[in-house]
């Protein structure tokens, strides 16, 4: 069975610092990672996504995430947060051939503090 | 291109009412499923669609059915509600890629209070 982990219910981080998300996965075969992100009374938004291929991925608004085989890993980055960053951000793991089973972390919240 | 659509927005319902909770999307996407978000737990699926005519059961199906007659309709239907299914449902499209490498397109999603 595939889980993931977001070990963080909350992160601060202060606006202009650098923030991470980590998100830690168990999967059996090839992982499928994605971030998505939920602001105040809105659905799920995707951010970014690992098929294959490089380890670091770039997504939208300035995001990153890296993905580390061995620690199994897949942490979310941004060098600068921004206070408008502040949201809920779940990581994901798809698996399966045809229908994608997607299992969602329990999702962490974000706030930027001015 | 409205992507994923669900309605209602909010619904208050009581104790072993039924209700329809409605979405479509307009993507041609081949995969629909259906969420239920509750604190701490992240997202559960409760059913999904690869196509017209086939479904199947999440996480935590019971209490819930669904159909999928056309591509861009995927119902879910309470059929006696209980408060143990208050909660924010969210419906959401994939595209059929090459394994699971597609993301998911999430509607606004339904709040629902069960009292």
């Known amino acids: 069975a595939q889980s993931v982990a977001q070990p963080e219910d909350q992160v601060n981080v202060a606006e202009g610092n650098p923030l991470t998300v980590k998100c830690t996965y168990s999967?059996?075969?090839?992982?499928?990672l994605f971030w998505y992100v939920q602001y105040p009374n809105r659905g799920l938004q995707f951010l970014l996504k690992?098929?294959?291929?490089?380890?670091l991925v770039k997504g939208s608004y300035g995001f990153e995430a890296e993905f580390n085989k061995s620690q199994t890993s897949f942490h979310l980055k941004k060098p600068s947060a921004l206070v408008s960053d502040s949201a809920l951000y779940f990581c994901?793991?798809?698996?399966?051939?045809?229908?994608?089973?997607?299992?969602f972390g329990t999702g962490t919240k974000l706030q930027v503090i001015p | 291109n409205a992507g994923v659509t669900q309605t209602p927005k909010f619904q208050v319902l009581k104790t072993g009412q039924s209700m329809t909770l409605q979405c479509a999307q307009d993507?041609?996407?081949?995969?629909m499923s259906w969420y239920r978000q509750d604190p701490g737990m992240g997202l559960r699926l409760i059913h999904y669609?690869?196509?017209?005519?086939?479904?199947d059961q999440g996480e935590v199906p019971n209490g819930y059915n669904v159909s999928r007659s056309t591509t861009e309709d995927f119902p879910l239907r309470l059929l006696s509600a209980a408060p143990s299914q208050t909660s924010v449902y969210f419906c959401?499209?994939?595209?059929?890629?090459?394994?699971?490498?597609?993301?998911?397109?999430f509607g606004q999603g339904t709040r629902l209070t069960v009292v």
């Open positions: 959401a499209s994939t595209r059929r890629g090459r394994g699971s490498n597609t993301e998911a397109f």
């Open positions: 999967v059996s075969g090839n992982p499928y």
């Open positions: 690992y098929i294959t291929g490089d380890n």
């Open positions: 994901a793991v798809h698996s399966g051939g045809g229908y994608q089973k997607v299992t």
């Open positions: 993507m041609n996407h081949e995969y």
């Open positions: 669609s690869v196509g017209a005519g086939i479904t």
